[in-house]
């Protein structure tokens, strides 16, 4: 019996091209932040680096103190002066960044239906952004950060998927038993790692994403449909 549903967001319940998210993402950033003496090549590129420093985060500490740690190893003091100058962008030009995003009404059905049906609810998205970020995409999908009992943040995680750690976090802070727990995302490498846990998996193949272009038959898989019957909804 499934009691847990850990649902993914960008690409998941919130449909959008990655490639397109990201360079409009950046774009935007780097507009914020030129007047603060911030080039835009050399900003995108510490961006990444503070995103390999999370990604490769052992669980020593918060993976927003592994970004900072990192983004303030290559500009210095200012970055953290200029740490308000960042926490405004979030507030307000990253919402412009909804446009590159889609919208699929689905989803917010499908976790109203589990709601009611007294599912413990889940947003397992990779933890790379504040909460700031967070929320507003949550709520780009249709949602509001209270329908899911834990959302994960770079503030609040020391790990990052595909860490299997990530998973195995989450599971032991909510006392879930992982044979109980469905993993839904749309990302092969990121997502479908949690079944080495003893996670139910669902590959949800509407924005998929398989970089090593993987073999994809053992896993359960489709759009919401498919996935409203593999819940049985």
């Keep these: 019996m499934i009691r847990n549903v850990f649902f993914d967001l960008d690409g998941t319940l919130l449909p959008m091209d990655q490639d397109i998210f990201t360079k409009t993402y950046f774009k935007r950033l780097a507009g914020k932040l030129a007047p603060f003496g911030y080039e835009a090549d050399r900003l995108i590129s510490s961006i990444w680096e503070g995103t390999a420093a ?20 290559i500009y210095g003091e200012k970055a953290r002066v200029d740490m308000p100058v960042f926490e405004e962008y979030y507030r307000v030009e990253f919402q412009e960044a909804q446009k590159a995003c ?29 909460a700031i970020a967070t929320e507003a995409r949550i709520r780009w999908a249709g949602l509001e950060p209270s329908d899911f009992e834990k959302y994960t943040t ?38 479908m790692v949690a079944e080495t846990l003893g996670m139910k998996v669902f ?24 996935l409203r019957r593999f819940l049985n909804l």
């Design 154 to 191: 770079y503030e609040n995680s020391r790990y990052c998927k595909p860490n299997p750690e990530y998973y195995a976090k989450l599971l032991d802070e909510l006392g879930c038993v992982p044979e109980e727990t469905l993993m839904v995302g749309n990302d092969v490498d990121e997502d």
């Design 54 to 73: 999370m990604v490769k985060n052992d669980g020593s500490c918060s993976n927003e103190e592994a970004f900072w740690k990192c983004f303030c190893g």
């Design 203 to 226: 590959l949800l193949t509407d924005c998929l994403i398989n970089r090593a272009g993987k073999t994809l038959d053992h896993y359960p898989k489709g759009g919401f449909e498919e």
């Design 102 to 130: 889609g919208f699929q009404p689905e989803a917010a059905a499908v976790i109203k239906t589990l709601r009611e049906q007294g599912c413990r609810l889940v947003l397992a998205t990779n933890p790379l952004f504040p």
